[in-house]
């Protein structure tokens, strides 16, 4: 398999995963509407920034301890069910507070661009789910000649972009209704659907074996 050959299948297998609903377009979705696009497109390009990083230590090896070590694995994927569950109780939490009444002020938690950054990428390299699928499958993608590093994150980086062209079809979809989402009800009701969303994601990956 020739370079281009590769980045040719491995776009097919991520374009499904893309699409698939999941906690990154739940996160997406919420922040977009009750925070704005700003805030928002700073998730995207955190998950994104994670699903880099991921790709460029799959291609270098490191990420092999996933596998190898069944104790890095449960470190990682009990530090992911705990910031789950934590983000998820902090948007339950906020949406009993009467203050969120006011739809036109951002919660705490969706205030700053570097916040949601930073949520967005955790919540994707805390995930040894990903590492996981790249693991598995990154391997499969690696034509001879091509240092492992350089290919690790050009493939990543497929991935990354369809990731973002996804991103900009949920925030310009959002961006037409937010006005009706952003009521009070609407909005209170919202943060308690993604915080149970968030929370579920969290506890199947604690029941989730490796």
Not at 2 to 21: K, Q
Not at 78 to 94: D, F, P, T
Not at 181 to 193: E, N, S, T, Y
Request: charged share 10%; aromatic share 10%.
């Amino acid at each position: 398999m020739d370079i281009y050959g590769a980045i040719a299948s491995f776009a097919v297998i991520v374009a499904f995963l893309t699409l698939t609903p999941g906690l990154d377009t739940a996160l997406i979705l919420r922040t977009s509407l009750l925070a704005g696009r700003r805030p928002a497109w700073a998730v995207a390009l955190g998950i994104q920034a994670g699903t880099l990083l991921w790709g460029l230590v799959t291609a270098t090896g490191l990420s092999a301890l996933l596998t190898a070590s069944q104790v890095a694995y449960e470190v990682l994927r009990w530090a992911g069910v705990a910031y789950l569950i934590w983000m998820g109780g902090r948007m339950l939490w906020h949406s009993r507070d009467s203050r969120a009444d006011d739809a036109a002020q951002p919660g705490p938690a969706d205030a700053g661009w570097g916040a949601a950054f930073r949520r967005g990428l955790l919540t994707n390299l805390l995930n040894p789910k990903v590492g996981a699928f790249y693991v598995a499958v990154l391997p499969q993608f690696m034509p001879e000649g091509v240092p492992h590093a350089v290919m690790g994150v050009l493939l990543a980086g497929v991935h990354g972009c369809q990731g973002l062209v996804w991103s900009a079809v949920l925030i310009g979809f959002t961006g037409m209704v937010r006005g009706w989402l952003r009521r009070p009800v609407v909005k209170r009701a919202l943060d308690r659907l993604t915080g149970l969303v968030v929370i579920g994601f969290g506890l199947r990956l604690a029941v989730q074996q490796p």
